[in-house]
Each structure stands twice: as C-alpha cells, then as structure tokens.
C-alpha cells in the first residue's frame, strides 16, 4: 500500500501542521505535497495507491488515479466559502472593487468545492463539530478521529503561580480582546503567547497586569503551562489542541462553550465553559475557576486520550480498513 500526503499550504506552524507530523510518523515513507509546488513536479504526484488529504481548503480536491483511494483528514469546510464567508466579506467593505470580486467569484468557488469533495472516498473529521459541518456543506458522511498531541512532553508540575496564560494568533475572531477586557476589569495577571495584526491595539488596550511575550519556543511554551493558574480560551475552534495541551500539564481551561472545546473541555472537572462570547461572561468563569479545586492528574489523564500514540493507531486502523473495503469491492 503506498501513501502519498498531501496537505493545503506550509507557510505557518498550527494545529494543521501538527496533524501533518502525525501522518508522517504513521506513514514515514510517504512524500508530502502541497498547493505551492511547480507543476512540473507533479505529473506523477499520485501514482500511490492511498492518498490522504489534510486539509481546510483545496487539498481534498486532487485528481487521483482509478482504484487509488482518496482520504480527506477535513480540518473543516472550506471556511471562507462557508462557514465564515460573512466575515471575509465584511473585512473587505472598505475595498469596494475587490469585494465584488471576491462575491463574484465566491459562488464559482463554492461549486468548485462542493464538487471537489466528491473526489473523496472517505471523510475524517477532526471533531463532532466539523463532522457536523461537512454534512451540512458536502453533504457527507464522516467519522471521527481527533488530532493528537504529544503527551510525553507536558508534565504536570507542583509549581504553579498565580497567572493566567492564553496562547493564541493574535486575530480579530480569535477574540482575545475579550480576554483582555475581562482581565483589566478583574486586575489577575494574565500573560498572552502570540504575535498577529491585533497585537498593538491589544497592548494599547491593556492594563499593566497582562503582559505579552509574542513569540516564544517550545520549551518556554510548555514551563509557561506547567506554572500557569489555568489556560484562557475565549475563540470558537474547529477542533482546538492548545485547551489539551494545558491539560496535559494538568492545568484547567476556560473556554467559550462553542466548537472543539464543548468536546473536550469537561464542565467542572477539566475546566470551565462560558455561554457568551463577551468579556463579561469570561470574567464571571474566570471567577469560578479560582473558587474550585481542580486535580490536575484527573486533567492529565483526560488529555492523555488524545495522544499521538492512539491517533497513529486510528488512522492505521482506518485506513487499512477502507483499503480492504475498497478492494473487496473491485
């Protein structure tokens, strides 16, 4: 059986480019190709028998070869054709020319997309949410297999000091400015991993109990876990590994109830779901949290369901099995 990945773009470290590493270690030899590659380069791209597309826009919409089996790994919908595509639309208000462009073509793009999922043999949602959405927009059926994280190394600390953490792009609809307002009412230090267009107006807006440490590596990212009070999760998530993260040290999350984090955050046991997205609400799970006692080895051992060991051991299962059906039907 041979495996060809092939993923959207590789310009930017995130949560899709974690599920990328994980293929790899699940199928070491296979190549990896993407959007940005020269065409000449891929007339041969998909003599492999399996293809596995991970993706949130394009990927899914490969060409294969008949008898190759076509997997998509769906991140979600294509989200500025579906799902969010109010939003791309309203950041564009103040371009007139271009956002009658981007309408124009937007309803070209959207039967392109729909037609390129049925080039899909088998979806693989990365939550119940996104499974949800694909039925909606593709109009598929799907299971689904979390994205993994690598529980070996986060460790649970005994050391924890009294701030907040919250590690995010720095983005209008990750909505931190929510999370700021709340902690400049409350006065808790709070401290912000992230760098994006929000930055300055973020740090214009705050006060000096939150502090922003932009870009760090990973080795400071996790000890920064390790010691915090508790994660800030205050955005709407296709999936959301950095909640799971927090808890692999065993550090409880707060986050707006909406998307991966209702799958994965456990009301009062791993952390704390707030109804509204606004400040106000924040701050009043903010104060929740700090009357409740958590046990960060119950924390722990929740996260520790979503390791990369079990996510290997899925996705070999699934596809192993697909490719059994396929040609058990040829």
């Given at each position: 059986m041979r495996v060809a990945l092939v993923h959207d773009h590789l310009n930017q470290l995130g949560g899709a480019e974690s599920v990328l590493k994980a293929f790899t270690?699940?199928?070491?030899?296979?190549?990896?190709?993407?959007?940005?590659?020269?065409?000449?380069?891929?007339?041969?791209?998909?003599?492999?028998?399996?293809?596995?597309?991970?993706?949130?826009?394009?990927?899914?919409?490969?060409?294969?070869?008949?008898g190759t089996l076509h997997i998509d790994y769906c991140h979600t919908p294509t989200r500025y054709l579906w799902s969010d595509h109010n939003v791309i639309i309203d950041r564009l208000e103040r371009i007139g020319l271009v956002r009658r462009i981007v309408q124009g073509y937007k309803s070209y793009l959207r039967v392109w997309d729909r037609m390129a999922s049925d080039r899909v043999d088998s979806f693989i949602a990365n939550s119940k949410f996104v499974s949800q959405r694909i039925q909606k927009y593709y109009r598929r059926g799907s299971i689904v297999i979390y994205p993994p994280i690598a529980t070996s190394e986060f460790q649970v600390s005994e050391r924890q000091e009294d701030y907040f953490l919250l590690i995010s792009r720095l983005r209008p609809y990750k909505r931190v400015d929510i999370a700021v307002q709340a902690f400049?009412?409350?006065?808790?230090?709070?401290?912000?991993?992230?760098?994006?267009?929000?930055?300055?107006?973020?740090?214009?807006?705050?006060?000096?109990?939150?502090?922003?440490?932009?870009?760090?590596?990973?080795?400071?990212?996790?000890?920064?876990?390790?010691?915090?009070?508790?994660?800030?999760?205050?955005?709407?998530?296709?999936?959301?590994?950095?909640?799971?993260?927090?808890?692999?040290?065993?550090?409880?999350?707060?986050?707006?109830?909406?998307?991966g984090a209702v799958e994965t955050v456990v009301q009062n046991v791993t952390g704390v779901l707030f109804e509204d997205q606004?400040?106000?609400?924040?701050?009043?799970?903010?104060?929740?949290?700090?009357?409740?006692?958590?046990?960060?080895?119950?924390?722990?051992?929740?996260?520790?369901?979503?390791?990369?060991?079990?996510?290997?051991?899925?996705?070999?299962?699934?596809?192993?099995?697909?490719?059994?059906?396929?040609?058990?039907?040829?």
């Open positions: 270690d699940v199928f070491p030899n296979a190549p990896i190709f993407t959007l940005i590659y020269d065409e000449k380069s891929t007339n041969s791209l998909f003599k492999g028998n399996v293809v596995i597309s991970d993706s949130s826009g394009f990927a899914k919409g490969v060409i294969t070869s008949p400049n009412k409350l006065r808790i230090p709070l401290k912000i991993i992230g760098t994006g267009e929000e930055g300055e107006k973020l740090q214009q807006m705050a006060k000096s109990n939150i502090e922003f440490l932009g870009w760090v590596d990973d080795t400071t990212k996790r000890r920064l876990l390790e010691e915090c009070r508790g994660l800030i999760h205050p955005q709407e998530e296709d999936f959301g590994i950095t909640p799971l993260e927090a808890m692999a040290t065993g550090k409880p999350v707060i986050a707006y109830r909406a998307g606004s400040w106000e609400s924040l701050a009043d799970a903010i104060i929740r949290l700090r009357g409740k006692t958590f046990d960060p080895h119950v924390i722990r051992k929740h996260a520790e369901q979503y390791d990369v060991a079990q996510f290997r051991d899925r996705i070999r299962g699934f596809v192993e099995q697909a490719w059994q059906k396929l040609h058990s039907n040829t």
